[in-house]
């Protein structure tokens, strides 16, 4: 299916040059909302047209007689018709469909991924400051950057995954204050306690250990405590590196590793702001105004212009941002993705603006931006909101905690990341087909079982490369085939759209495809050769599923139970 589609955009792109020479018109196939109207549709005609001045039916009956004329439409097309104002409706022959099989079982663990394309990206997300446990914006944003980064893998990019965060500023004073109150014997409510401290459990558990002059140990850090409480500064380096040892802990939890860790405070001692405010000025883009430095970023489609430092000789925030996005073009790095939080909404435009405004060829929209909204937990019909561990708010290890790391992931992929998610955690531990990522992963443990049985009664799984693929031609064969041959280009378009929640929608259609399948049909049938061609098939759906759940990082069990009764077994 997957080189019959390859071959017919070729055929398609033929026909439309033989109809309308250099109409510049893509070649590009829809999949029809009933199936009833075929396997693939085309537009082209619609976009014809206007330039022919002909009815758009006109135009697709032209374009039927040019395609008739292709070799690649006499070996793979059953029929065409055109339907509509002007829709080209295409119906597969049976062999173009089963073909698909015979592919995912040859591409295997692979199927889908592109050939290696020998680009760089970067994308950063998390960059949590180490001040406390990861909160539930925190996660999403873990799973959204690990699955896009994942994505863009299986596209051929060289990713490199980056941590971002200030171990220095005001909430790390604020951190550092906190825990040496704790350390003093003060407790949040009591006289003494400052009133900015940060209440929740883990900064008496930091006291603790520093009181015992323990070491932690970081990904990029370690320290060992004194135990003075008198050392605010040694109390400030172990509790960021004790906070990023939790966050470590709690991102493992999740899944989610990264490539490299970036200070904001480097970019400072290595001479990065004051040589990106220094190229600023001398590219005639900022200018004084009330004893403060603004940048010209209404140059650049900002809404105003914007104050880089201020009157008392501090920079504002964007600046040591836009340091570090001058940094990633500086180390090859021409693709660039920050995940954030819906609140940086104000910064794109002035860290773009900087960038370009730098006089370094950095392009246009540079870096690529993903803005996630907030989470919503529920549990037991009412909103979460607090965390005894973290004080105010519900913390990534909760999430994992109440349910599990494959139903977290799974869920805050499910949505588009602009919009509002409620994360329900009695939905998330139902063991039923409500629950969206049980109604995956039971799709897959099914046909393991199926698979299973398969042995059992002597099956060969290594005798089902050679299956006869054409004895599979019951509709619901037909629909599921369509639904595998998708995953390419749902990989492919989902990376370039930045949009993972594309391959959960897929993966729902594909375990409903073979739900459905697994009703209408039977599979350990008497006849060795059908049910060695419906084995193959399910092998593939298997191969499928597992391919698509690890771009998202979620498991594929080979069993699971069902809270119900499963349906009549095969």
């Known amino acids: 299916m997957i080189q019959a589609k390859q071959d017919l955009l070729a055929a398609l792109g033929a026909a439309i040059a033989e109809v309308s020479p250099g109409a510049g018109v893509a070649a590009a196939f829809e999949s029809p909302k009933q199936a009833a109207h075929g396997d693939l549709a085309c537009?082209?005609?619609?976009?014809?047209?206007?330039?022919?001045?002909k009815n758009p039916r006109e135009v697709a009956t032209a374009?039927?007689?040019?395609?008739?004329?292709?070799?690649?439409?006499?070996?793979?097309?059953?029929?065409?018709?055109?339907?509509?104002?002007?829709?080209?409706?295409i119906r597969l022959r049976d062999s173009a469909r089963q073909a698909v099989v015979a592919e995912v079982m040859s591409g295997g663990d692979a199927f889908g991924r592109a050939p290696a394309n020998g680009r760089p990206v970067i994308v950063e997300f998390v960059s949590a400051n180490p001040t406390g446990p990861l909160h539930v914006g925190?996660?999403?944003?873990a799973c959204l950057g690990d699955a896009i980064c994942n994505l863009l893998d299986w596209q051929g990019w060289n990713v490199t995954r980056e941590f971002y965060y200030n171990d220095a500023?005001?909430?790390?004073?604020?951190?550092?204050?906190?825990?040496?109150?704790?350390?003093?014997?003060?407790?949040?409510?009591?006289?003494?306690?400052?009133?900015?401290?940060?209440?929740?459990?883990?900064?008496?558990?930091?006291?603790?250990?520093?009181?015992?002059?323990?070491?932690?140990?970081?990904?990029?850090?370690?320290?060992?405590?004194?135990?003075?409480?008198?050392?605010?500064?040694?109390?400030?380096?172990?509790?960021?590196?004790?906070l990023r040892h939790e966050q470590d802990l709690d991102l493992k939890a999740l899944g989610v590793r990264f490539d490299r860790y970036y200070l904001e405070s480097s970019l400072y001692q290595d001479g990065r702001v004051e040589d990106a405010v220094r190229r600023l000025v001398a590219a005639g883009k900022t200018y004084e105004d009330g004893?403060?430095?603004?940048?010209?970023s209404t140059d650049y489609g900002d809404d105003k212009d914007r104050v880089m430092r201020k009157?008392?000789?501090?920079?504002?925030?964007?600046?040591?941002?836009?340091?570090?996005?001058?940094?990633?073009?500086?180390?090859?790095?021409?693709?660039?993705i920050n995940i954030q939080g819906g609140d940086h909404h104000g910064t794109t435009a002035r860290v773009r603006a900087g960038v370009q405004a730098a006089g370094m060829g950095?392009?246009?929209?540079?870096?690529?931006?993903?803005?996630?909204?907030?989470?919503?937990?529920?549990?037991?019909?009412?909103?979460?909101?607090?965390?005894?561990?973290?004080?105010s708010y519900v913390t990534l290890r909760d999430l994992i905690d109440w349910t599990s790391r494959d139903a977290v992931r799974f869920f805050l992929i499910s949505r588009k990341a602009d919009t509002e998610f409620v994360f329900d955690v009695d939905l998330a531990l139902k063991a039923n087909d409500e629950n969206p990522v049980f109604y995956v992963q039971y799709a897959h443990a099914r046909i393991c079982s199926v698979i299973q049985q398969y042995v059992d009664k002597g099956g060969e799984l290594g005798a089902l490369a050679g299956a006869n693929l054409a004895l599979l031609t019951a509709p619901s064969e037909?629909?599921?085939?369509?639904?595998?041959?998708?995953?390419?280009?749902?990989?492919?378009?989902?990376?370039?759209?930045?949009?993972?929640?594309?391959?959960?929608?897929?993966?729902?259609?594909?375990?409903?495809?073979?739900?459905?399948?697994?009703?209408?049909?039977?599979?350990?049938?008497?006849?060795?050769?059908?049910?060695?061609?419906?084995?193959?098939?399910?092998?593939?759906?298997?191969?499928?599923?597992?391919?698509?759940?690890?771009?998202?990082?979620?498991?594929?069990?080979?069993?699971?139970d069902r809270e119900q009764p499963a349906l009549e077994t095969a």
């Not at 004893?291 to 010209?296: D, F």
């Not at 009157?311 to 001058?326: C, Q």
């Not at 009703?519 to 098939?537: H, S, T």
């Open 43 to 53: 537009t082209a005609a619609l976009q014809l047209a206007r330039p022919l001045k």
């Open 63 to 89: 374009l039927i007689d040019a395609l008739n004329r292709q070799p690649a439409v006499q070996r793979w097309v059953a029929s065409m018709d055109v339907a509509g104002p002007g829709f080209v409706n």
């Open 138 to 141: 925190h996660t999403r944003q």
């Open 169 to 242: 500023g005001v909430q790390i004073a604020t951190l550092a204050a906190s825990v040496q109150a704790r350390l003093k014997g003060f407790k949040p409510g009591e006289p003494g306690w400052p009133e900015t401290a940060y209440n929740g459990d883990y900064i008496a558990d930091v006291a603790a250990d520093f009181a015992a002059k323990k070491t932690v140990h970081a990904d990029d850090r370690e320290f060992t405590a004194s135990g003075n409480p008198d050392d605010l500064e040694g109390i400030r380096q172990f509790a960021v590196a004790y």
């Open 291 to 296: 004893g403060a430095l603004w940048l010209r």
């Open 311 to 336: 009157s008392d000789g501090n920079y504002t925030y964007f600046v040591p941002d836009v340091a570090y996005h001058l940094a990633k073009y500086e180390r090859g790095f021409a693709k660039a």
């Open 362 to 391: 950095v392009p246009a929209g540079y870096p690529d931006y993903v803005l996630h909204k907030m989470v919503t937990v529920m549990k037991g019909g009412e909103e979460v909101k607090i965390s005894k561990r973290a004080g």
């Open 478 to 560: 037909a629909a599921l085939m369509l639904k595998l041959a998708e995953f390419p280009a749902v990989l492919a378009g989902a990376a370039a759209d930045l949009a993972p929640h594309d391959v959960a929608f897929y993966l729902r259609d594909v375990a409903g495809a073979f739900h459905s399948y697994y009703a209408n049909e039977r599979f350990l049938v008497d006849d060795a050769e059908l049910a060695r061609a419906r084995m193959a098939l399910l092998s593939a759906t298997r191969q499928v599923l597992r391919n698509a759940l690890a771009v998202l990082g979620v498991s594929a069990p080979q069993r699971m």
